[in-house]
Structures are given as structure tokens and as C-alpha cells.
């Protein structure tokens, strides 16, 4: 088990912005290409009023905030230039499938995806969709969204493949403004089994990629959840990946890189698992070497050493 693909977090709510350009995220793109990253995946391409793209869809509905720069054009020229696959995150909201109006998210979302399709469809790294809808049980109108918005993704661009990343409501699945680090509620092994068997089996079809956020469950008993989430991937046709978070959720300060035993502990049991493929949230802030924390780049170093001990002893 290695990473070979990060999501690329630049609408995000609760990590800093490192203020880069063309030139910081060309150096990024190299450091990810000399560890094996061969994908990225940009975490969503709108949140609320900020958008990574000028989008005319999103400026007339939602008054959204157009960008000085095309992130989303700069994203594929560079993933061309790396011999990168990228996959494109859809809007989110922060709303409306919060409520009770998911035809609403659902609408606009397609919209989004068939202007960035027409836009950006014809360079050769668009690779997939991600569904920036994260969910972590069977709640309302989550396998509609999942079904339609994939379905529609999946339509307009040739079957290119359709990627989740859910999270396991599990003993840390506590929100990052919160100054708790856990709850002494988290769902069960058996409720979780039985409710994503319940959303894989809605989905199928429309999704074809199902990776798990790692971080939400206790490190003794992540194994457990791993082997279940593989074993319901495969009883549903889909493929099983799994986003090794490379930031630490036992810390006040949230959130900073992980330490490196944590980091090889998760990729061992995923690799035990039977996990697919790894990919990680994510590279730039917390594994770089070119991150705002310099621990990300120590972080870097100890897993380029891992790697090159790998290869020495195979």
C-alpha cells in the first residue's frame, strides 16, 4: 500500500490557504510525481460563494465570487505537464442537501458539471468525477444525490469513473470548530456494515470508486472497518480505495501533519485489508515538502526513506 493520488484542497473551510501560484504548485506537482502520485483530485470546485473556476452557472444562481485565476485550467495543464490524472470535485452548496431541498443541489450540480464539461472535457488528463458530497450514513436524500449526480457525470463524459469519499461516524467524527478531539458515541461496526450496504447497493451504477476517510474511528479498530468497507465494495461491484488522511485528528490544534508511525500504521492495515489503492487528504498541506508546516516536509523525507527501503528489500 502506497499513495498514489491527493486530493487538492483549495475551497476548503476549516485548513489554511497557502496563497500559491502557478509556480508553488508546478514545484508541488513535481514532489508528488517523485513519490509516485499519479492523481489528483480537486476536493470540490465550489463552496457556498467561492469557486475555483469562472463559472457562469454558479455567478447568475448562487452570486458566487469569480476567481482571478482558472484553477480548474491550471489544475489540468499542470496534470498534463506531470502525466497526472485529474478528477474534477463538483459544487457544494452548504446548503441545500443539508435541507430539505436536494433537487435543488441536485439541479445545480448537473448544470456545473455539463458548463465544466463543455469547458474542460477535451484535455487529456480529465480523468474522473468526485462526488464532493460527503456523507457518512444513510441519511435523507444521500443515494438520490449519489444516483442521479453520478449517473449524469457518468453520461456526458464517455463512463469516465465516478469517486467518493465518505467518512466512518466513528468515536472522532467531531466537527473541526469543535474543541472536542472525540465523543463517547460512535457507530457500530454491524450499524455501519448495514447502512453503507444499504447506499452501495442505491449507487451502483453511478459510483464506481468508494474511498473512506481513515481518521474518524480509533487506530484498534480500524482493521475491523477497513475489512468491512473492502468486503462491501467488492459484494457491490464497486472498487475500494481508501484516503489515508495525512493530517492528525488527536490534536487541539486542528490540524496539523500526522506523525509518521501513525501515518505507516493506517497504510499497513489497509494493505492487510486487501485496499485497492491509497490516496490521501492531502499532500500540499501536510506530506509537501513545500507545505507552511515544516513538518509536512519531515513528514515527506520519512516516507521517501519507507520507500526506498521498500524497494531495497523487494
Known amino acids: 500500500m502506497k499513495i498514489t493520488g491527493t486530493f487538492i484542497d483549495e475551497i476548503s473551510h476549516d485548513i489554511p490557504h497557502q496563497n500559491w501560484g502557478r509556480k508553488e504548485w508546478d514545484g508541488d506537482f513535481k514532489a508528488m ?35 482571478g485565476l482558472d484553477l480548474v485550467e491550471m489544475f489540468l495543464e499542470l496534470s498534463e505537464k506531470h502525466g497526472m490524472n485529474f478528477y474534477f470535485g463538483t459544487y457544494d452548496s452548504g446548503k441545500y442537501w443539508h435541507s430539505d431541498r436536494p433537487d435543488r443541489e441536485i439541479d445545480l450540480s448537473i448544470r456545473v458539471v455539463d458548463e465544466v464539461w463543455e469547458k474542460y472535457g477535451s484535455s487529456p488528463a480529465f480523468k474522473g468525477w468526485y462526488l464532493s458530497l460527503e456523507c457518512s450514513r444513510n441519511f435523507g436524500d444521500i443515494i438520490d444525490i449519489y444516483a442521479k449526480l453520478g449517473r449524469h457525470c457518468k453520461s456526458i463524459s464517455g463512463n469516465l469513473p465516478v469517486l467518493i ?18 465523543r463517547n458515541d460512535g457507530i457500530t461496526l454491524g450499524q455501519h456494515e448495514k447502512e453503507w450496504n444499504e447506499i452501495m447497493g442505491g449507487i451502483k451504477g453511478a459510483v464506481d470508486i468508494v474511498a473512506f476517510q481513515d481518521g474518524h474511528v480509533d487506530y484498534e479498530d480500524l482493521a475491523d472497518y477497513l475489512e468491512v468497507n473492502k468486503s462491501l465494495a467488492k459484494r457491490h461491484g464497486l472498487s475500494c480505495w481508501t484516503n489515508i488522511e495525512t493530517f492528525d485528528r488527536d490534536m487541539p490544534i486542528k490540524f496539523l501533519p500526522i506523525k509518521w508511525e501513525k501515518l505507516l500504521f493506517k497504510m499497513e492495515a489497509a494493505e492487510k485489508a486487501g485496499i485497492e489503492n491509497g490516496i490521501t487528504f492531502e499532500f500540499s498541506h501536510f506530506m509537501s515538502p513545500n507545505s507552511m508546516y515544516p513538518s509536512a516536509a519531515h513528514l515527506y523525507k520519512r516516507y521517501c526513506e519507507w520507500l526506498r527501503m521498500r524497494k531495497h528489500k523487494r
Open 165 to 182: 469519499s465518505p467518512w466512518i461516524d466513528g468515536r472522532k467524527a467531531v466537527s473541526s470548530s469543535s474543541s472536542e478531539l472525540s
Open 33 to 67: 510525481k517523485n513519490i509516485g502520485i499519479d492523481t489528483v483530485v480537486m476536493i470540490r470546485c465550489g463552496y457556498k460563494k467561492w469557486i475555483t473556476y469562472p463559472s457562469k452557472v454558479l455567478s447568475k444562481a448562487e452570486g458566487c465570487f469569480t476567481p
